[in-house]
Structures are given as structure tokens and as C-alpha cells.
């Protein structure tokens, strides 16, 4: 089975719970695991940038994919982070690291040394063939400062190991391009909360969402009442979280997320430097929003 067919729908990025004292806090992550598998996602993805991943250490990334694969126990799949901006680090990375259980590993394009076309090529290759599982692509130029353009998606496509993409770019005729072209297997999932209903409609297979840690169950079944066609329900559904997609984001990802996470009691609002929490004023607002969206949500607001 191809990882278009098993990673259809909602992905979560997964942030990753500090205690008081920074240290990861393992009781709320499965807390965590369970509230968003529970409400109806299809998988799970930990050591993103979501997750705080450059602020991590090897031994606690050890840690929290070993903890997270014996708590989601098989309920879903579990995609695991793996990138940076020194190809060689990654490579080492990819052997080192515990990825037998992985169903594929999710790599963030090269940041801040915004390596030319080719570079991006070579380096994925390269990842590529270290990887023990399949590679899907992560090109976010808003953090990276550099985008993966269509024809090289399409030129890594047809490597053996890789399998798809997460696209958020925010260019919409670039994603048009890639999924008029892509191979039959080739996953396209978006990876902007905020487009992700346009993007559906328009080919994409799902979502790698940041809203679904704190709305796994109206943003995931958004997300499948688009995939199965039923867009006027998927719109409707998509209109009720357009205030919940700008709060996220107006300040800093994760940040934003972890507020909301905080109001409905399963984390601490813990990040580590150099993010910071949201500021009070915002904090206040994403209060106000669950507040209102507290009975769809199924959640105590504290």
C-alpha cells in the first residue's frame, strides 16, 4: 500500500509538551496522543517544526518517537521529522535515530543557506537514500527562505524513495502544476491549515494540519467531507474555524497552538527560547474562541 493511499486525510503535526521546568512533559504528550486520535484523525506526525524539533536534542528525540509509537500503539500511522540544513546531519540522523516503526519520514526543505535548485535536489537524493522509509518532501519557504519549485518536486518524484510532499508554499498554481503531474502514488498533502479546504478541492490528499491538535474532529472531518466531494459540508465545517486558523497564526506556530491547547487543559503553555508563549492579549482571544466553540469541541475550557 503506497503512503498516498495509508497518509489520506488529516495528518497532525504534533506539538511537543514541556513541563514548567522545560523538560518534555511525556504524561500530557499521551494525553495528547489519544484526545487526537480519539477525535478521528488519520495520523500522526511528531518531531516537526511544530513540535520544536530544532530545540530538541538527539537523546529526547530518541525518546519521544520510541514513546509516542508504544502510545499511539498502531492505532494509526506515525510519520517521523527528519531534516535541517546540514545534508550530512540528516544523514546521520536517519541512521541513528529509531525509524523501523516509521510509516515515512517527513524532511523540511534546507534552511537559511537557501541552496540553489539543484542543491535541493542533490540534498533530498541524498536523504533519499540514507532513509529506511519513504520520504516525503516539506517545502515551507516562509520559514525556509527558499521554495522547492514544481519542476524539482516533480524531478524527485520519480526517485524510488520518495513518496510525496507537504506543500506550503502558498502558491496555488504551483500545487496545480505538481498534482497535474505528479506519479499516480505520489502523495500531495497541504501543509496550510487555512488552504487546505481550496487545496483539497483542487487534488490535494489531505492536510498536515497544526489545527487538529487543538479541532482534531471538525478539521479532520472537514477534511474528509472534501476528499469524499461533499463541499458544500466541508465548506461549512471549513467557515466555523476561519477565526481559529488566524489566531493560530497571527503570532508564532507553535506557540499559537499550545495557547489554545493550554485553554482546553492538556498542556502547559511552555515553549522553549527563542519562541516565546503568545502574547496575553492573544492568549485572551483564543480564550473567548473556544469559549464559544466549547460544545463542538467536547472539551472543558479552563
Do not use: W
Not at 546531519?89 to 534546507?110: F, R
Not at 540553489?116 to 515551507?140: D, R
Request: proline content about 6%; some cysteine; overall charge neutral.
Amino acid at each position: 500500500m503506497s503512503c498516498r493511499t495509508k497518509l489520506r486525510g488529516t495528518g497532525v503535526a504534533i506539538v511537543t509538551p514541556f513541563k514548567r521546568d522545560f523538560s518534555v512533559d511525556y504524561t500530557a504528550l499521551e494525553k495528547l496522543i489519544d484526545f487526537i486520535i480519539d477525535n478521528g484523525v488519520e495520523y500522526i506526525v511528531t518531531l516537526g517544526t511544530t513540535g520544536e524539533s530544532p530545540t530538541i536534542d538527539k537523546e529526547e528525540k530518541i525518546s519521544i518517537i520510541n514513546f509516542t509509537y508504544e502510545k499511539v500503539n498502531g492505532r494509526v500511522p506515525v510519520v517521523v521529522g527528519v531534516g535541517g540544513n546540514n545534508t550530512r546531519e540528516a544523514v546521520a540522523d536517519l541512521k541513528h535515530l529509531p525509524l523501523k516503526e516509521a510509516t515515512a519520514i517527513l524532511s523540511v526543505s534546507p534552511y537559511y543557506s537557501k541552496p540553489s535548485q539543484e542543491g535541493l535536489y542533490l540534498h533530498y537524493k541524498a536523504i533519499a537514500e540514507a532513509a529506511p522509509q519513504p520520504v516525503i518532501l516539506y517545502n515551507v519557504p516562509g520559514r525556509t527562505g527558499r521554495n522547492l519549485d514544481a519542476g524539482t518536486v516533480l524531478r524527485l518524484a520519480e526517485l524510488p524513495n520518495i513518496t510525496g510532499i507537504k506543500e506550503a508554499g502558498g502558491d496555488i498554481m504551483q500545487c496545480m502544476q505538481i498534482l497535474k503531474y505528479r506519479p499516480d502514488d505520489f502523495l500531495v498533502s497541504s501543509g496550510d491549515d487555512a488552504l487546505g479546504f481550496p487545496q483539497i478541492a483542487c487534488g490535494m490528499d489531505g492536510v498536515i494540519s497544526v489545527i487538529a491538535n487543538c479541532m482534531p474532529h471538525e478539521f479532520s472531518g472537514m477534511v474528509r467531507a472534501a476528499l469524499d466531494g461533499r463541499l458544500p459540508e466541508a465548506k461549512a465545517i471549513n467557515d466555523t474555524l476561519l477565526e481559529a486558523y488566524q489566531l493560530l497564526f497571527v503570532e508564532n506556530n507553535p506557540a499559537g497552538v499550545k495557547s489554545f491547547l493550554t485553554h482546553l487543559g492538556l498542556i502547559e503553555n511552555v515553549l522553549r527560547l527563542p519562541v516565546t508563549p503568545v502574547s496575553e492579549t492573544l492568549h485572551q482571544k483564543i480564550k473567548q474562541f473556544l469559549q464559544k466553540h466549547s460544545a463542538r469541541q467536547g472539551a472543558l475550557v479552563s
